[in-house]
Structures are given as structure tokens and as C-alpha cells.
């Protein structure tokens, strides 16, 4: 890959790989290879005594206008955890060809900022992306063709009957309290391994990706019931209350984003079991 010298460097996580018990502390280069509203990607390794030391990752770092202290991570990390406990479930109970995972982050604060490189007499640090004292979030890289499915304002992608069915099975299996949603990730010949999800929640506790009620009402807006999720719960939707100029978006949408009638929406419902209508006129 190439990580250089001058490369960013991590301390060892916060918590432990999911899958091997281990922490480890991550190389990441100086210029990002992607980039979203909220965070820039930069490719890295995984360095330590684990399975995964050597491998490649990505470090996943917040923009100034979101903050990037590890309290603004504790909600992404509950997602991806909430989403992968879900998961389970569901391919325990509707086993599919394609077994859907997700991919649960490391946490790590930085550590050494590495110089802008260049001329020999240039050493100041490159703070550009990222400081001293922040964190990041840590996750393998991805082997395939990367693939958004649907996101998380009721957009539909890339068609799956198994994450269709998925995102529905979650709302039935939360108590009609929550959807996870904006699944995104490679679909391989025998699985599915997902990235980033965001749960769409009536208390609005999954960060900045939680569209709150209006969220969920979105999502079943445009959903259409597959052979495994046409007898789950379905929302009753409240015709008397409706949202207007809602249209469902093929990138993430954020809280930041909020119009004032979906805020307004998302406090009406928090603690109702009816849903508002939607309307994108």
C-alpha cells in the first residue's frame, strides 16, 4: 500500500476486534481516497500482535463541523454493534444464500501526526484532516465492488430482496421502535459484508444518520414487502399528520439536515405507535 514514514499513527484502540479479542493501533496515509458529508477515508494498516496486524483498513475520520471527539463516535459504534446483533437474529431466523454481517469499528485516539513530507527543511505537522488528541474509527478494508443498497431517507439503490427484507425484519423485530437502514457494502458470492449503517430511531440516539420518525416513515414509503417480510409488522401511518416535500435521497441524509416540519414530526412521534405520512409535494 505504501504507507509512508510520514503516514498518521494511532494509539492502540479503545475497544477490541470483534472477532479476534485484540486491539491494535493503525498507519493511515495523509490524503484521504474518499470522502462523505460528515468523514474523510484514508487507506492504513492494522498493526499488532493479532490476527489482522499487517492487513489493510480503513481510518475513518470525522470533519471539523461534526467534532471528533470519541463521544461523537459512541453512536456510530451502537449502530454498527445494534445492527450486527439484528443481523444474527435475522439469519438465524430467515437464513438467506447470503448471510448478512456487519462490520463493527475500532476506536483509536491519535497519536503522531505525520509532516507535510516535501523539502527536507518543511517538518511542520500535516493537520490538514486530523490532529493530535482526536479520534478515529478503524475498519477492515473491503475486497469487491462496493454497493450503496438503500439509504437512509427511503431511496432504493441497488435492489435486494435479503436487505429489503432485512431493513423491515428490524422494525418488526424492535418493537416498531427503530430501522436500520443505508446498507451499503460488497455483496461476495456467499455473504454480504456491510459498513457504516444507520438506524433511523424514535428517540433519536444513533447520531448524526438518525432521521428519527420521519426516517422510518420514509423508508416504508418507497418499501415493497418480499416473500420473507410481507407478514412482519407493517406501520400505521397517520394520514392526518403529513410531512411535505420530503424526496428520498441517494446519498446519506444528516440531522444537520433536518427541515423544521421533520424535526417538529420526529418530536410528535417519539413516543407513539403511528407513523407520520410523507409527502414529496
Same mark, same amino acid.
Given at each position: 500500500?505504501?504507507?509512508?514514514?510520514?503516514?498518521?499513527?494511532?494509539?492502540?484502540?479503545?475497544?477490541?476486534?470483534?472477532?479476534?479479542?485484540?486491539?491494535? *493501533? %493503525?498507519?493511515? &496515509?495523509? =490524503?484521504?481516497?474518499?470522502?462523505?458529508?460528515?468523514?474523510? /477515508?484514508?487507506?492504513?494498516?492494522?498493526? @499488532?500482535?493479532?490476527?489482522?496486524?499487517?492487513?489493510?483498513?480503513?481510518?475513518?475520520?470525522?470533519?471539523?463541523?461534526?467534532?471528533?471527539?470519541?463521544?461523537?463516535?459512541?453512536?456510530?459504534?451502537?449502530?454498527?454493534?445494534?445492527?450486527?446483533?439484528?443481523?444474527?437474529?435475522?439469519?438465524?431466523?430467515?437464513?438467506?444464500?447470503?448471510?448478512?454481517?456487519?462490520?463493527?469499528?475500532?476506536?483509536?485516539?491519535?497519536?503522531?501526526?505525520?509532516?507535510?513530507?516535501?523539502?527536507? *527543511? %518543511?517538518?511542520? &505537522?500535516? =493537520?490538514?484532516?486530523?490532529?493530535?488528541?482526536?479520534?478515529? /474509527?478503524?475498519?477492515?478494508?473491503?475486497? @469487491?465492488?462496493?454497493?450503496?443498497?438503500?439509504?437512509?431517507?427511503?431511496?432504493?439503490?441497488?435492489?435486494?430482496?435479503?436487505?429489503?427484507?432485512?431493513?423491515?425484519?428490524?422494525?418488526?423485530?424492535?418493537?416498531?421502535?427503530?430501522?436500520?437502514?443505508?446498507?451499503?457494502?460488497?455483496?461476495?458470492?456467499?455473504?454480504?459484508?456491510?459498513?457504516?449503517?444507520?438506524?433511523?430511531?424514535?428517540?433519536?440516539?444513533?447520531?448524526?444518520?438518525?432521521?428519527?420518525?420521519?426516517?422510518?416513515?420514509?423508508?416504508? &414509503?418507497?418499501?415493497?414487502?418480499?416473500?420473507?417480510?410481507?407478514?412482519? /409488522?407493517?406501520?400505521?401511518?397517520?394520514?392526518?399528520?403529513?410531512?411535505?416535500?420530503?424526496?428520498?435521497?441517494?446519498?446519506?441524509?444528516?440531522?444537520?439536515?433536518?427541515?423544521?416540519?421533520?424535526?417538529?414530526?420526529?418530536?410528535?412521534?417519539?413516543?407513539?405507535?403511528?407513523?407520520?405520512?410523507?409527502?414529496?409535494?
Amino acid at each position: 500500500m505504501g504507507i509512508s514514514p510520514s503516514s498518521h499513527e494511532t494509539l492502540m484502540s479503545s475497544n477490541k476486534c470483534v472477532c479476534c479479542n485484540r486491539s491494535y *493501533w %493503525i498507519l493511515f &496515509e495523509r =490524503e484521504h481516497f474518499s470522502h462523505g458529508a460528515c468523514r474523510w /477515508a484514508f487507506r492504513g494498516t492494522y498493526n @499488532g500482535d493479532g490476527k489482522h496486524g499487517g492487513s489493510k483498513c480503513v481510518a475513518k475520520v470525522f470533519k471539523a463541523k461534526v467534532a471528533r471527539h470519541y463521544n461523537n463516535w459512541v453512536p456510530d459504534l451502537a449502530a454498527s454493534e445494534q445492527a450486527q446483533r439484528m443481523a444474527k437474529s435475522f439469519n438465524k431466523e430467515h437464513p438467506t444464500s447470503r448471510p448478512i454481517q456487519f462490520i463493527t469499528p475500532l476506536i483509536c485516539k491519535m497519536d503522531k501526526i505525520g509532516d507535510h513530507g516535501g523539502f527536507l *527543511w %518543511i517538518r511542520d &505537522e500535516d =493537520e490538514r484532516y486530523v490532529k493530535k488528541q482526536e479520534w478515529v /474509527a478503524v475498519e477492515p478494508f473491503i475486497d @469487491g465492488e462496493y454497493k450503496k443498497f438503500n439509504s437512509n431517507s427511503g431511496a432504493v439503490l441497488e435492489w435486494s430482496e435479503a436487505l429489503a427484507a432485512f431493513s423491515h425484519y428490524t422494525y418488526n423485530a424492535s418493537d416498531r421502535e427503530l430501522i436500520v437502514c443505508d446498507l451499503q457494502g460488497v455483496r461476495a458470492r456467499n455473504y454480504y459484508s456491510l459498513t457504516d449503517p444507520a438506524i433511523c430511531s424514535r428517540d433519536q440516539i444513533y447520531g448524526p444518520t438518525d432521521m428519527g420518525a420521519t426516517g422510518i416513515s420514509q423508508f416504508f &414509503e418507497k418499501h415493497r414487502c418480499t416473500q420473507i417480510c410481507k407478514y412482519f /409488522a407493517k406501520p400505521e401511518i397517520d394520514n392526518s399528520y403529513i410531512v411535505k416535500g420530503l424526496q428520498p435521497k441517494r446519498s446519506s441524509s444528516y440531522t444537520f439536515e433536518l427541515t423544521r416540519v421533520q424535526s417538529t414530526a420526529n418530536r410528535d412521534f417519539k413516543n407513539r405507535k403511528t407513523l407520520p405520512a410523507i409527502s414529496e409535494f
